[in-house]
């Protein structure tokens, strides 16, 4: 299902199994107030189910504003998603720009107009904007603040890094710039291809910018709204963040001084599971980072926990 049309803007959109979700995510790309033309992409990492794919036959046939294409992804995870999204965009030598947002997101009218009004301004290779976070089911306050990134004083402008392809907008140059795979398939299941790919453009002196009008919503469904999974997510960073800095060796990192801040940051943890231990929220905080730093050192010596195994919202 291919339209063309003349646009320098894909937006990309990685998605599997969650129909609905992804439904929602394509109506609010449609509401764009963007002025000029948009090709979208949809990457369904379901070559048996194809739900993706079904739910865009079915917005093409009712008229969908913008035209379509989809892929269908055979290698299971986000990293072979993303690049499959990143194949289809630069095939086309007039794009100039690929947004990426997920298929648990809603963006705002104004979000891909925001996104290019800053990259225009600020000559910025990659433009990151906020994601905020709501719950389908009550969580305790501090669980939901855990998890509710802060942006007030990350202000329009250049920034020093994004690190998340949530609500991204890249330079489609820097993809051509080298053979794919773009993202690295080692994360495939892992997550933090992301921020992997991200951190090596810093590394080789790209520019980055920061849309803080740029608001994508994401919807975080029953199964991820408890401290439990928090606490694995938790893991998971600190579990591919070490693994991220031990492939690129970021200035300031090294395997040793990385296990003194381990050993500082499990005391920490523990002062707060015991001392501080009657305040429910401390508990939360000390078990929090405590898996952090237990993901960090299994990372240390090799280990690997493949979050992306579960999907969530489906």
Known sequence: MVETTSCDVIIGVPTFKRPEYLTRCLKSLEAQTYGRPVRLVV????????????I????????????????????????????????????DPAIAFIAMIDD??????????????????????VVGGPVGRVFQSAVPDYVAAANQPNYDKTLTG????????SNILFRASLFREKPGP????????????????????KLAGKRFAWAARALVTEEMPTSRCSAKWMIQRAYRVGNTDTLINL??????????????????????SLVNLTLLGWSPARRFE?????ARVVGK?????????QEYKVTHGN
């Open 286 to 290: 000390g078990m929090r980072l405590g």
């Open 158 to 165: 250049p920034i020093d890094l994004v690190d998340a392809t």
């Open 182 to 201: 773009w993202f690295d398939l080692q994360y495939a299941l892992m997550g933090c291809e992301d921020k992997d790919i991200l951190l090596g453009y």
């Open 56 to 91: 865009c036959e079915r917005l093409v046939a009712e008229g969908y504003r913008f035209p379509l294409t989809t892929v269908i992804v055979s290698d299971r995870g986000i990293a072979p998603t993303r690049n499959a999204i990143v194949r289809e965009a630069i095939a």
């Open 247 to 268: 492939k690129h060796r970021p200035p300031g990192f090294n395997p040793l001084s990385e296990g003194v801040k381990i050993v500082g940051a499990l005391g920490v």
């Open 297 to 305: 050192f299994a990372a240390l010596f090799g280990g690997r926990y």
């Open 104 to 125: 648990d997101e809603w963006a705002e009218p104004d979000w891909l107009s925001e996104l290019l009004a800053v990259q225009a301004e600020y000559d910025a290779d």
């Open 43 to 54: 990457a369904d990492n379901d070559a048996e189910g194809r739900q993706g794919i079904a």
